[in-house]
C-alpha cells in the first residue's frame, strides 16, 4: 500500500485513474441503480457490446473511437428498446443477435483499418492506466448529461420504473421514458469502458447498485451508496493490481464479485440470526 500511495503522488497516470475511477462511480451508482431496480441487466449487456461497432468503424474512417462508441451505444440503445417493447416474444434471440452482430461488425472494421495497431485487448477488458485528462474532461461532461437528465425527470423515472401502468395513467409517456433510460445507461457505459472493457462492464454497473439494493430502499439512497461502493470498489481494484502488477480491469471486477458475495452472505446471515 506504501508504494501504491508513493507511485500516486509521482505519477500523472495512477492520479487519472483514481480519478476516473471516482467520475465514473457517479454515473455507474444512479444509472446502475436503474438497471437493478428495473431488472434490464440483459438489455445493458445488448447495449454494451454493440459499442464495438462504433467504435471499429471510428477507428476504420480516421475518426474519435469514444464519439464512435456514443454514437453506436446511442443507436443500439433506441433499437434495442424498440424491440423490448414491441416483440417481447423473441427478446433474449433478438438482443442476443444485436450483441452478437455489434462485436463482429466492430472486430471486421478494425481488421480492415489501414496500418491496424489498435490494442483490441484494451478496449474490451480495460485500459484505466492509459486514461488521459482529456478522457477525464469527457467523463464529466457525460456525467453532467445523467445527472441532469435524472434530475429533471426523476419522478418519471420513478413512477415508470415502479409503477409502468399507474405512470401511464397519469399521462406519463412510458416508452419514451424507458427508451431514454436506455440512453442514459448507453452514456454511461462510455464511461466505464476504459475502466472495464466492454466485456466486464456490466459487472460494474450492476453489483455495486445490488449492494446498495440489499441495505436501502428508497431509490435516492441506492443513487448515493451505490456510488460509494462503486468508488471503494473500483480504487481498491485499482490498488490491488499495481501492487500484484495484475489487469486492472479484471481484478476491478473480481473485487466488484467479491463485495456482492460477501454482501449476500452477510445479508443471510443478518436475516437468520
Known sequence: MNGFITALTGYTFLQNAIIACLLASIGCGVIGSYVVVKRISFLTGGIAHSVLAGMGMAYFYNASPIIGAIIAALISSVFIGWINLRWKEHEDVLIAAFWSAGMAIGILFLSQTAGYNVDLMSYLFGNILLITSNDLWLMLLLDLVVLVAVFIYYKQFLASVFDEEFARLRGIKTELFYILLLCL?????????????????????TLPAAIANQYVASLHKMFFLSAVVCAIISVVGVVLSFEQDLPTGSVIVLTACFAYFSSVIFKQFINNK
Open 185 to 205: 445507461i448507453s452514456i454511461t457505459i462510455v464511461t466505464l469502458i476504459q475502466l472495464v472493457g466492454l466485456i466486464m462492464v456490466i459487472a460494474l454497473l
